[in-house]
DNA sequence: GGGAATATTCCC
DNA sequence: GGGAATATTCCC
């Protein structure tokens, strides 16, 4: 229904309806305070929000309380609704945006994401999400490397011993999922199979009742 | 012709052909080198080439020694030309591109830009183009680097390094997979639905003819 | 996940 | 014209 087309005509010193607010920019340190929310918000809310009259529920919706927001299907996801939302299809973009808004990834086995301050019917808590971003902050780069390696130096091993855990269970994961996908694709021919063999024995035996 | 239509399928990880260039970032402060082009500038320039043949020259055209180019026609161009190269149909978002390139306005009369490396056959001097950009730091580069160097100095701190960069491969690795796996299962399910429906129209055509 | 470069928008 | 915020891409 909605369909905001991505590219509207807009000469000149165009201005979106997108974050267009009457003040200034963003209150630098201060408590959490209504303001306007970004236009990534906006859309990634409104997008659910179209779910609820829609039958997009099958490719992105609220989970059951309304307190985060699962991609069913990242395909469908990326190539229909991004596009009508964003100035792209990328699935890898979307998730981008997310982890800068702060949200979280919920679970390992489906594409959930989390915040706080994003859920079912609370539009008016947009405002209070913020994009994370290292202020660039008085003090220069190579200060801060130089006393954040400092911080480490003494654990180094134990760093390197997690570091290694955590590889060898990425890789053993990585076979796990090399495996489904295997299964799924053998799934797959035999499904075909299946249906190809079936046809065919369906139209001869209606060919021989007619 | 060129029909570069502005979002194309690109699922997951995308990587878009646009910048994609082998080894680091700029070279801060060296001598003018031959670079990857930005983006930005190939289109451009691709953009007043397609001219040369078609008659997209009533529209936006290199100027007679081909020395800078001019918008005749910035209703056309933004309307049709320029979300066949970009991401949007702002005229203002394109000269503040050019801005950003270092481009002058010629004229006040009509909307002609200028820059000394960006002229008619010379797609080989784009990449002496650079954005200007004052850079955040007051400390100069040299300071920057040197500080970095000092920090990778043991062979603890390497292997930490690598085990890294591998661990983020994994992760990326991982992701790429689990974007497969639901791609698999939605085909699957896509099958299965259509062996079933398949198998009741059958089925019931096969009653009516008993 | 996130740093950093480039692109797009918004505003002065 | 350009500073600065947000968006998108690219890469680790």
């Known amino acids: 229904m909605v369909d905001k087309s991505v590219v509207e005509l807009n000469l000149g010193l165009g201005k979106n309806n997108d974050n267009v607010v009457g003040g200034g920019h963003a209150h630098a340190g201060q408590s959490p305070r209504q303001r306007c929310p970004a ?6 809310y409104d997008l659910l929000e179209e779910g609820e009259s829609e039958d997009i529920t099958k490719i992105v919706s609220w989970n059951e309380e309304g307190t985060s927001f699962v991609v069913w299907s990242p395909a469908e996801f990326s190539e229909h609704t991004l596009p009508r939302y964003f100035k792209h299809n990328n699935f890898s973009s979307f998730i981008r945006q997310l982890n800068t808004y702060g949200f979280k990834k919920m679970s390992s086995k489906r594409w959930e994401f989390k915040h706080e301050k994003f859920q079912r019917g609370c539009r008016h808590m947009l405002g209070e999400i913020t994009r994370k971003k290292c202020e660039p902050s008085v003090f220069p780069a190579y200060l801060k490397s130089s006393s954040e390696e400092n911080a480490t130096s003494s654990t180094e091993e134990n760093n390197e011993q997690v570091l290694m855990e955590e590889n060898k269970n990425l890789k053993k994961e990585r076979l796990e ?6 299964e799924c694709k053998e799934l797959e021919m035999k499904l075909l199979a299946c249906l190809s063999q079936f046809m065919d024995t369906q ?4 060919r021989r009742l007619c």
């Open 39 to 44: 236009p990534f918000l906006l859309k990634t």
């Open 177 to 182: 999922l090399q495996m489904q996908i295997d």
């Open 203 to 206: 139209q001869s035996k209606i």
